[in-house]
């Protein structure tokens, strides 16, 4: 019976190693695992950051935008044209602070064209517009702060910044946009600092035959 009997090998060293292997592999997957939560974690939170401020600009870019109210132009009788046009504007419903000086337009006619800055920031050879208070908290600078505030933003079309025509100068000149003559029609792009855009359409009438130097008609 004594030969029946079954004989073990001492294997404890053998064991010991297989569960150093298996701890080294275990704390390895535990390493990864936070490394891979924490660019995880990091992508999140700068996924959310970059949407904040995506909404941020696009709330911005469709609130901060200008109302135009009106569109008038002052009328040459000499060649029955409009040689200036004035824009009566105030601030979209639920628009922040927006400043003048910081918007730009664009002008477009069937005979020309200018991206216009405005006069405070104009250098040599830009084309300008002027921007004044008509009613306004403080009518001391270019920023529409209030909702009821009301500014009129003005623009020759010939070389009026340069003294020789108007009152106004400038470093700028409009000597190169012509006056608009009867029936034509002009695109207005007027840009905000936050990207809002908003774009006005104007149109001289049909006939000027009857309206004097200097009066003003609705375009």
């Known amino acids: ?4 009997v079954p004989t073990f090998e001492d294997d404890g060293d053998d064991r010991g190693q297989v569960g150093i292997g298996t701890l080294i592999v275990f704390i390895a997957m535990v390493l990864v695992a936070a490394i891979a939560a924490g660019v995880l974690i990091n992508t999140a939170g700068f996924l959310q950051t970059q949407a904040e401020n995506t909404g941020t600009e696009s709330t ?12 008038v132009g002052e009328v040459s009788s000499s060649n029955d044209s409009v040689d200036e046009i004035r824009l009566a504007v105030a601030p979209a419903a639920g628009s922040d602070a927006l400043n003048l000086e910081e918007v730009t337009i664009q002008f477009v006619s069937d005979n020309d064209f200018a991206n216009m800055v405005h006069n405070a920031s104009a250098q040599s050879g830009d ?3 002027f921007s004044d208070a008509i009613t306004a908290e403080d ?3 270019n920023v529409m702060t209030d909702s009821t505030d009301r500014y009129e933003i ?41 990207g809002a855009q908003l774009t006005a359409t104007i149109q001289v009438p049909d006939s000027l035959a009857g309206d004097s130097d200097g009066d003003t008609v609705t375009l």
């Open 60 to 71: 911005e870019q469709v609130s901060n935008n200008i109302n135009v109210l009106s569109e």
């Open 127 to 129: 084309y300008a517009f």
């Open 154 to 194: 003005v623009f020759p079309l010939s070389n009026n910044l340069d003294g020789t025509n108007n009152t106004r100068t400038s470093a700028a000149d409009n000597s190169d946009l012509g006056p608009m003559t009867e029936g034509e029609q002009a695109e207005l792009t007027i840009t905000t600092d936050a």
């Open 1 to 4: 019976m004594t030969g029946l």
């Open 139 to 141: 009518r001391t600078d």
